[in-house]
Structure formats: C-alpha cells, structure tokens
C-alpha cells in the first residue's frame, strides 16, 4: 500500500472534530492494510516514529527538495527509511542523514511530504493519538477496546499492539505483562482541594509528600537499569544518580516508581525549572552532576525479582518497597483515619517546600496509565495542568507577543457534554502571571504550532501544558462544561507533560463545589 493513502486518512483524521468519527477512519484504514505494512502504518500514525531520534531537526525539512508528481512511496519502504536515517551515528552523521532524508523526499508527494514533516516533528494533529487509535484498532479487530487499552499500557507500543490485536485478537493482547525494560504508562493521580475532602474520600488512607520533581520509572535487570519518565523517554544517561541507586538496592530486578529532583544544600527543593533543565540536558551528564546534583526518592514498586506487584493492593506493595529500598530513598509516608495527623503531616510536606501530598488508597492496585480514585493529589492552592488552545495578541508593553491565553481542559466521556464538543474543552481565559520569558517562550512555541488566525486571535495544536492556579469554579453559560476558572494565573509551562496527561473535565468537576 502507498504511504498516500496513510497521509490521506491522517488529513481526514485531523478534519474530524468528533472522536467517534477520527476512530471510523482509522479503523477503516486499518482493516484494509496489508500484514506486511501494519507496523510501519502505526508507527506513523501514533506518532511513536518520534523515538526514532533520527536526528535531523523539523527546520532543516523545508531545505529538502521538490514534491514528486506522483505517488510511488510504500509505507513499509518508508518505515526502512527512516530506520536507515536513524541507524546512521558518528563522525560524518549528519550530512548523511541530511541525504537518506533529501533520497526519501525527493519520492513523496507534495502531501505525503506534509505527513513526513508533521510525523518527524511530532505535529500530527489526529487529536489524542493513544486513545483514538487504541480504539480504531479495537473496532478493526473487533476486540474489546479495554483489551487493547491494557496491551498499550503494557507495552507501550502502539504497533506493536496493532500487530498483536489484528493477528491473534484478544488472546494476544492478554499475553502483554509487565516486563523489565519496557516502561508503562504510570498511575496518575485525582485532585481534591484539601485533605479533609480527600480523607472523605479515602480512610484510612496512606499520605506521602508531593515532591515537584520529575516522575521517573525506573527499570533494574541484574547490572543493566534504564530510567524513563512519564511519557516513557528512556533519560538514563542524564542521571547517573538515578542509576547508582537503583543499583545500590538489594534486588536482583525491579521496577520502581518515584521522582527525581534538585535539592539545594538545606535539602529543599529547588524550583521545578532547574530539575527539569538537568533532566532534560544533553550536556555531559558527569559535569550536570557536578552542578546540580539529582537526589531520587521511590514510592512504589511494580515488580520485584521476577515477581510482577501491580495487581496487590497499594499497603502490600508499599511493604515490598520497605523491604527494598531504604527509607533515605523513600517518600515520607503516613497511614492514618485522622483528619488532625492528616492535616499536620501536609502542613510538614509544605514547610519542608514541596508541592502539597498524595493521598493513596491502601487497597487501591496500580492503575497504570490512568487517573483513577485510589490515588488523590492536595495541595494548598487549587491547580490545574491545562492545554492551550488559542492566545491572544498583547497590547501595551505586551504588543508583539502572544498574551491571553485560551485554556481547555481534556474531554473524557464527561456527561453533560455533546459529542460535536470536541477533544478540548474551554474553561477560560488568562493573561496573568506571565512572565517576559514565558512570553517569549509560549510565543515561539505557539506560532510553531499555529492552525488559524483572525486579527486578534491564534488557534492552535492543543499539545502544549501549562499549569495554571485559580481561587475556584463558577457557573458560566460561555464555555460548554457551563464551568469556568475564577482569577486563574499562570504558574509555569509543563514541558515534562504531553497533552495527553492534562486534566480531563471530569478531574475539574471534581474540584467544583456541589451546589454548582
């Protein structure tokens, strides 16, 4: 089959604002495609090509030559040549790069080189990419899509839990476990807007320190350890920190859930920014080291010396922990039913400068890759991880930069909501607490990601997060939940989060007062 056809579906995708409709399509599309061009189709459409790091930024992509007249590109071909392009390492590296890519353009399209484009510099604009295409492969197996909701958070791999659900169906999806070295989407957590609602919740509950750090899954096989964050980034060589004390445990394998963060010289944390700057650097990792040194701190445990941990309740793998990891690398923790220990060991998280607690269900198994009620995060003010969906150009001192921010949150099957709604739901507007350099930075990064204009307005990709603080909800007929912030101001950027792992409506319901 010809790459045209999969750039066409992922343009049709994009067009549809209805979730049901995206997953028609590229349901269709894949009943229709060839065994052999399976994987290299979801590879492309998810996204998942992006870890291919065939690196070769998306500015240099316009420099490459003309369209071809016609289409002539297979897609399995053009999965081989991206491989190819990815494969190529060392002195010399980049200008060959530069021609395998200049050789796999020059075949394409003027369309299927927009696809390219838009696929090696993660611009895709299918909506959410995970849960849509989980569900179109689960409607073009014919499997249930919690089967395949499963697999993916098993295995990470989008293709290859196509391959596995189009071929062997549902006994094949369920053969996906935990595996050492493979990362799995982690548990997250709801929100609640102080701990004696939490504690309403859940009690006994177990609490932990909220740390504002970087969520790491680190994975330990005998000497061989792989740490990845969230998203599932393998950053192992930029913190051998996190290496050493994976290695420093009693365990012959495991797979650890935790945080990774910069702590100053009085053992406070420093602000979010500089921990995620030295995560995030490509810079000589032993140097970094030297000048903001990480410290590690683990709250879970999912597997431990071949035995998988995720289906026990929460107290029992907490023990297993315990026993494996010294309480200096451990969060502190707390279980207890009462309200007053409750409230003073959060009062103790906030003067020791960390974010606020976690409230955890004993009994709760790990949920991974999803929000669910076992685990409840607190913190002293009411926040949020929204996405930006449209900013505003500034006036005055702000003319020239893009100023008010559009903020929605993440539609999740909420009631209340009509389909035509959208993936994004509108909660409001904000221009406060932008500094000059997040100005600048949401500038650039918005118009990268620009999809329209009027004279006032940019509307854009909804993938950048950012977390936004505000004094509460109000009834608003303007926005389609009937909901809006009240006095919301911006807090920072999360580029450690994908837009995927923003708030859904419901977890914002969920902190709405109820008589609202």
């Not at 050493?244 to 053992?267: M, Q, W």
């Amino acid at each position: 089959m010809l790459l045209q056809q999969v750039a066409a579906a992922s343009r049709a995708t994009a067009a549809e604002p209805a979730r049901t409709a995206k997953t028609a399509l590229l349901a269709e599309l894949l009943r229709g495609l060839p065994p052999a061009d399976l994987h290299a189709a979801v590879l492309l459409l998810s996204g998942e090509s992006r870890r291919l790091r065939i690196g070769v930024g998306p500015a240099t992509l316009p420099e490459l030559p003309p369209p071809a007249e016609r289409a002539q590109l297979g897609i399995a071909e053009t999965e081989a040549a991206l491989l190819a392009v990815a494969g190529v390492h060392g002195p010399g590296s980049q200008p060959e790069r530069r021609r395998l890519l200049t050789l796999l353009f020059s075949r394409a399209t003027a369309d299927e080189q927009d696809f390219l484009r838009r696929v090696l510099g993660g611009d895709l604009r299918q909506g959410a990419l995970d849960a849509v295409l989980g569900d179109a492969v689960a409607a073009a197996a014919g499997v249930p899509a919690a089967d395949v909701r499963r697999a993916l958070m098993f295995r990470g791999s989008a293709a290859a839990v196509a391959r596995a659900a189009l071929e062997g169906g549902t006994p094949a999806l369920r053969a996906f476990g935990l595996e050492v070295g493979h990362p799995v989407r982690p548990m997250l957590a709801a929100a609640a807007p102080d701990v004696a609602s939490a504690l309403e919740r859940i009690s006994p509950a177990a609490l932990e320190w909220k740390l504002d750090g970087i969520r790491v899954q680190v994975h330990r096989d005998g000497g061989r350890v792989s740490v990845h964050t969230r998203s599932l980034d393998d950053i192992t060589a930029r913190v051998p920190e996190v290496v050493e004390a994976a290695l420093g445990l009693p365990v012959r394998s495991a797979v650890l859930d935790g945080e990774a963060i910069a702590l100053g010289a009085d053992s406070r944390p420093r602000p979010f920014q500089v921990t995620a700057a030295r995560t995030a650097s490509q810079r000589d990792a032993e140097a970094l080291r030297a000048e903001v040194p990480l410290s590690v701190f683990f709250f879970d445990l999912l597997h431990r010396d071949g035995r998988t941990l995720l289906d026990l309740p929460g107290e029992q793998r907490f023990a297993e922990l315990a026993e494996a990891v010294p309480p200096e690398l451990r969060v502190p923790r707390l279980v207890t039913d009462d309200r007053g220990e409750a409230e003073a060991f959060f009062r103790d998280a906030l003067a020791h400068g960390h974010e606020g607690v976690v409230v955890k269900d004993p009994g709760a198994r790990y949920a991974a890759g999803r929000r669910g009620a076992g685990w409840i995060k607190v913190k002293p003010r009411h926040t949020l991880d929204l996405v930006v969906l449209a900013a505003e150009w500034g006036s005055g001192r702000r003319r020239g930069w893009l100023s008010n921010l559009h903020l929605g949150a993440r539609r999740d099957g909420a009631g209340g909501l009509a389909e035509g709604t959208g993936e994004w739901v509108m909660l409001g507007k904000t221009f406060k607490g932008l500094t000059d350099e997040m100005l600048a930075f949401q500038t650039r990064e918005l118009l990268l990601r620009e999809v329209g204009r009027d004279a006032r307005t940019v509307r854009v990709r909804p993938e950048l997060v950012v977390e936004v603080a505000f004094d509460g909800l109000q009834r608003s007929p303007r926005y389609p939940a009937g909901l809006a912030l009240r006095f919301a101001r911006v807090l920072r950027y999360r580029t450690d989060k994908t837009a995927q792992e923003a708030d859904t409506i419901t977890a914002v319901r969920a902190l709405a007062p109820a008589d609202l």
